[in-house]
Structures are given as structure tokens and as C-alpha cells.
């Protein structure tokens, strides 16, 4: 894509830079050229050319920023050819000591619920599936030791994780599917069987997999977490300092109150949430189109009003989710023009909108996000 302008005199860098200064960041409120966003400035007499660099490729103000950098430098360009090389690099949290295994994790996030049933597990799959697509790396814990759901999600329950010496000692190779990087205790032990372990078996085995299983490079580790607030969770945030949690839950105030009990139990271990996700929002009919709020409508963000923290979007109830699920190929990836797998992608943006505050601006108040909320 390439603009053109009026005529100028010899153009600089540093005019360059100072005209891309009228950019504002929405969401951390700094000029791009601050904010260290431009590089590679090259300059001739028929071209300039910059990089603009984000904090993460799943931003959803990429086409708004790309364009307000072409008008800012309107002005000054000349009858140059204007490019803009749109990259990113994931913001990264800061001052954080995480183990050996994780250190190229540069961000951690838990998805948890309070209670069951609510869709977690499918919230999670996706949306790292989504972040994927957009070109980050990322990683996906099924920390839900008693109920793994994730091997079949991917299409990995026949599958097992490889072993690779590392220092003398035995690292675990995570199984890869649809661009992520995935462990799992369903990996490791008979589908068929329970697994019959007592709280620190069950933790220890979390830790084994932040230990002793090679992530490589990641911008983004999420943790599919069992619901509720039990010793899972408080093993993993006693472990490793997450960037921040999402919380999923459906519209019906069952859910919503222990929605409000796991959104609690992060603030006492000072882990910011994320926001919050809304799954089964409502039913649209295939055959007559009309829409139904079937578990009731709009709870979740009313619960976000209330903690003062981001609504992230809702989800519809879709018969494709869960045929996609059950397939092991989830429905951003079985049904990508689906409204579902629309809102997985804008879920997952708004998600990493956040993650890029929380490291960039840790002090600032959680945007209000309000997307999909009309009857």
C-alpha cells in the first residue's frame, strides 16, 4: 500500500520523527516515537520508508495506527512513496525472576473460571489458536490435571511427548497442533483412567510441566487452569508471577457468583485480571436468525462494571464450537468465518491489548473494553 504527497525539500529523520510524534497510542497514552515504536527510518529522494513496531501482532488498532503514521507524515513526505513495514514485538513482563524452563516465556496468562461447565477449556484453546494466527508464539498448559480436555481439543489424545537431554537432565518436548505449542497430563496417562491424586501430587505435576518441559520461546504461555480456586491455582501463582488472568463465565448469576469468587481470589494474590469473557452469551436460530439469550444476557459485564476491570467480549452458543472441539480442531481453525471464531479473534486482540498494558503501563487503570454487548 503506498501514499503520496505534495512536494517538500530535503527531508530529515529527525523531521521525520517529529511529525510521527502527533501519534497517540490509545491505550498507553505516549507518542509512538516514545514509546521507541519507529525504526529503520530510510530515506531517499523518491521513498521513505520506517518500521512501525508493536507490542504484540494481535493488535486491534494495527490498520488505525498504520494510518494515522502515513497522515502524520502527509506533510513533510514530499512526492516520496510512502512504506510502512508493520511489525511487533510482544511486550514483555518486567522484573520478574521465573524459572530456568520459562525463560523465554514473555508472558504468562491463566484462564479460570469459577466453576465448571462455562467453557473454559474451548475459551482457551482458541484463543491460542487466535494469537497464533496473528503471528505470535504461544504455548498452551492444561493445567486441569484431573480433567484434561485439551489433547482431544487439538486432536492429540494418541499422541506422546518426546523426552531431550538437556544439562544431564530430561526435558519433555511439548506436541505442537494448529501453531501452538501443548503439554498436557492427558498426554501422559490412560484417557481412560482417573487420575486419583491427592492436592500436592496434582501440584507437583503443574510444576513439573513450568520445569521440566522445553518451551523455547514464547510471547504467550496460557494456563487452560481447573475450575474453581483450589490448590492448582494457588500453586501456580505462588510459582511463577503471572501477567494477569482471564476469567470466563456464562450469563446465568450461578456462574457469575463464582465468576466474582475467582476474580477475588487473583486480586488477594495481586495478579491482574485481564478481563472478563462471556461464553453462551446468546443463540442466534439458523433457520429463522432470531436471537435468544437463552442462559439471560449481559452479566459478565455488569461483573466487570463492578471489579472495575476489562469486559472482553462475549461468545455465542454455536453447535460448530463444540463439533469443533470434539474434532480436535477448534472452530478458528474449522470455521474461521463463523461469527464464534469473529469473536475468539476479537477476544484474543483485546486480551493482548491488555497484556501490553499491564507490562507498559503497570500502574494504569484496565481500559474499558465494552464489544458485543448489544441485544
Request: hydrophobic share 45%.
Amino acid at each position: 500500500m503506498e501514499f503520496f504527497s505534495k512536494n517538500s525539500s530535503n527531508l530529515t529523520e529527525t523531521e521525520v520523527l517529529e511529525a510521527l510524534r502527533a501519534v497517540i497510542d490509545p491505550d498507553l497514552h505516549k507518542d509512538v516515537v516514545s514509546l521507541g515504536m519507529i525504526k529503520n527510518i530510510a530515506i531517499d529522494d523518491k521513498n521513505l520508508s520506517f518500521t512501525f513496531e508493536l507490542t504484540t501482532p494481535s493488535c486491534p488498532l494495527k490498520d488505525k495506527l498504520e494510518n494515522d503514521a502515513r497522515l502524520a507524515v502527509a506533510n513533510v513526505v514530499g512526492d516520496r512513496t510512502v512504506k510502512v513495514n508493520m511489525s511487533s514485538n510482544v511486550a514483555m513482563q518486567q522484573g520478574v525472576n521465573k524459572p530456568t524452563a520459562l525463560s523465554g516465556v514473555r508472558n504468562t496468562i491463566a484462564v479460570a473460571s469459577g466453576k465448571g461447565g462455562v467453557g473454559k477449556s474451548t475459551v482457551a484453546a482458541n484463543l491460542a489458536v487466535a494469537l497464533a494466527q496473528d503471528g505470535a508464539k504461544v504455548g498452551l498448559l492444561d493445567a486441569d490435571i484431573y480433567g484434561p480436555s485439551i489433547p482431544l481439543m487439538f486432536g492429540l489424545q494418541n499422541e506422546k511427548p518426546e523426552a531431550q537431554q538437556v544439562n544431564g537432565h530430561a526435558m519433555m518436548v511439548p506436541l505442537e497442533a494448529h501453531g501452538v505449542k501443548v503439554m498436557s497430563i492427558g498426554f501422559l496417562v490412560d484417557p481412560n483412567t482417573a487420575v486419583v491424586w491427592r492436592g500436592p501430587m496434582a501440584s507437583g505435576a503443574l510444576k513439573q510441566f513450568m520445569s521440566d518441559v522445553l518451551w523455547g520461546d514464547l510471547d504467550y504461555l496460557i494456563f487452560d487452569l481447573p475450575p474453581g480456586t483450589g490448590d492448582i491455582q494457588l500453586t501456580l501463582v505462588q510459582t511463577i508471577p503471572l501477567t494477569g488472568a482471564v476469567i470466563v463465565t456464562t450469563p446465568q448469576d450461578v456462574a457469575l457468583a463464582d465468576a466474582r469468587k475467582a476474580i477475588r481470589m487473583f486480586e488477594k494474590v495481586h495478579v491482574p485480571v485481564l478481563g472478563i469473557v462471556e461464553n453462551m452469551s446468546y443463540f442466534v436460530c439458523p433457520a429463522c436468525h432470531h436471537k435468544e439469550n437463552i442462559f439471560s444476557h449481559g452479566g459478565a459485564v455488569k461483573a466487570a462494571t463492578e471489579f472495575g476491570v476489562p469486559f472482553l467480549g462475549e461468545l455465542p452458543l454455536e453447535t460448530s464450537v463444540r463439533v469443533g472441539s470434539d474434532e480436535g480442531s477448534p472452530i478458528v481453525i474449522s470455521g474461521p468465518e463463523t461469527d464464534a471464531a469473529h469473536s475468539f479473534h476479537d477476544i484474543a486482540q483485546a486480551m493482548a491489548q491488555q497484556v501490553s498494558i499491564a507490562n507498559l503501563m503497570p500502574n494504569q487503570k484496565p481500559i474499558e473494553i465494552l464489544m458485543g454487548t448489544e441485544d
